[in-house]
């Protein structure tokens, strides 16, 4: 259902769309694309900081029907049970969870992916693309530090959203030339 609705440079957790098929188009873009900047993000602390709330509601835009919103529902609330103690949380997704990689992608596509491409992409001179690999992410451009622009959104942008995320640049590749 989702499938067809996420963003082509969105890798992780989706069929016939590895991490190498991530690598192969960074590869491309940094051979065949005026790029001045590369910055490696990984959201810090995502799988546990997932908005439930938020979530079901990014759920409930493509699937009406109650009855899986609310097993969905039951899974974020059925907790972790490590070394024989159970541990329920509001927010976050199970990691480890056979759902949680589908609803993770989810989440980042309203939360991440389409605010690059609808907002993002537009104030950018040049090439800008983002590429994707579960919660880790390869923003580009031309021109422009991207870092600033990725932690916006998943910091202070994603904060009206009861996000709560930040992005962590552990890369960040000015080219010259």
Request: with cysteine; glycine share 8%.
């Amino acid at each position: 259902m989702y499938e067809q609705d996420f963003i082509n440079d969105s890798y992780g957790f989706r069929p016939k769309r590895s991490c190498h098929d991530a690598l192969k188009a960074l590869s491309e873009t940094v051979e065949n694309k005026p790029l001045n900047h590369i910055v490696e993000a990984d959201i810090k602390g995502f799988f546990d900081n997932v908005n439930q709330e938020w979530l079901m509601k990014f759920l409930a835009h493509r699937v009406e029907d109650k009855r899986i919103q609310r097993m969905v529902k039951r899974f974020l609330k059925a907790g972790v049970t490590e070394d024989g103690s159970v541990t329920v949380s509001d927010e976050g997704t199970p990691q480890g969870g056979v759902i949680s990689p589908l609803l993770a992608n989810i989440y980042l596509h309203y939360a991440l992916d389409l605010w690059f491409e609808k907002v993002y992409r537009k104030s950018c001179t040049g090439v800008a693309r983002l590429i994707r690999y579960a919660d880790d992410c390869v923003p580009r451009t031309h021109r422009g530090v991207v870092f600033l622009k990725v932690r916006c959104c998943t910091k202070d942008e994603g904060r009206p959203l009861g996000a709560g995320l930040q992005a962590q640049a552990s890369n960040h590749l000015k080219l010259q030339g």
